[in-house]
């Protein structure tokens, strides 16, 4: 006779796929109730911990990387694709904007310099606080990056969770300061391009996946081109930058030259890099669009509206080609 505890421990099972299902469920039920009494089933309750780790174990086995149906594995293996290349855009263009922030206060004069300071100090503690926080915390957009492809995955888990949180402030400011709220459509993207990524990250990266590595070259090596590639889109036209400008270019030239130098032979492995790259493709996408319609209509600039349209084209084009890729690959598996 199934008792009321059973019959929620098989409800709260129902998060997992039905393949893992099949195969541990009854298993899974027998070690829940072993030690407790059979008068008391019928009270109790699973645990809030064991319900959570429930849910864990849901996304670990949807975002699973072998012994798993073909689905999920490809699932899994794009999410993992998706958060290192997301990882690695944040990480460059975090770096970027503070080098060139620093250089250019730095060799334009005390009054820059003391303009690039007053950031930091001139209102009030907790916006200095807060103006440090959202200085240095991306930073470790970078330390997450390097700390996945040598498999510190719980250093690179909260490294990317503590870079994400500069992106609540345009939401939370407004309630505890005097912070003009920010145009909701820009603040919203500006958030999931962050917490998107640092979730994926921290979802697929799980314990039971395998190492994070690069399609091409050494972390350093590809780290290094991102930030040569921002940098240079940056400075060579520094009348059209914006904060989705310089990831969005490193993107269009990467993804790129993904679609021309693919190998002609299929990966046996179930990489799914194109998949990763559509998705990536239309998150930056969605920001760009979001960065750029506060603008129209005003008198900004026509190079700055010219520049920020053609990049929203170019990140359709190759997102959907992207897409076209992917989609062959998948049926080519």
Known sequence: MTTLLEARYRTVLRLLPAYYRRGREEEMV???????????????????????????????SRLAATGAPRPYVLLGAA?????????????????????????????????????????????????SVVEAAQWTLPLLWTVGYFALLH?????????????????????AGPLVSELVPWDPWFATAGALFAWLPALALCAAHHRD???????VGTPGLVFAACGVVMGASEVVLPAVPD???????????????????????MDTRPACGAMALAALGLLLLAVRIATLYPWLGL????????????????????TLALTVVAGRDLAGR
Request: with cysteine; hydrophobic share 55%; charged share 15%.
């Open 209 to 215: 996946a395998p190492a994070a590595v690069l399609p």
């Open 151 to 171: 498999d510190r995955r719980r250093l690179a888990q909260a490294s990317v969770l503590l870079a994400a949180l500069p992106t609540l402030w345009p939401f």
């Open 79 to 127: 999410v993992r694709n998706f958060a290192l290349f997301a990882v690695l855009l944040q990480a460059a263009a975090a770096v970027v904007d503070r080098v060139l922030e620093l250089t250019w206060a730095g060799t334009h004069g005390t009054r820059e310099w003391d303009m690039f300071l007053t950031g930091f100090t001139g209102r009030g503690p907790l916006t």
């Open 299 to 318: 008198p900004v600039p026509a190079a700055f509206v010219a520049a920020a349209l053609a990049q929203t084209a170019a990140l359709t084009l190759l």
């Open 243 to 265: 904060a989705v400008w310089a990831p969005a270019t490193c993107f269009v030239l990467g993804a790129l030259g993904r679609l021309l130098l693919r190998p002609r032979r």
């Open 30 to 60: 027998e070690v829940y109730l072993w030690d407790v009494d059979q008068e008391l089933q019928d009270q109790s309750r699973p645990t809030l911990g064991e319900v959570a780790s429930i849910a864990a174990l849901a996304v670990r």
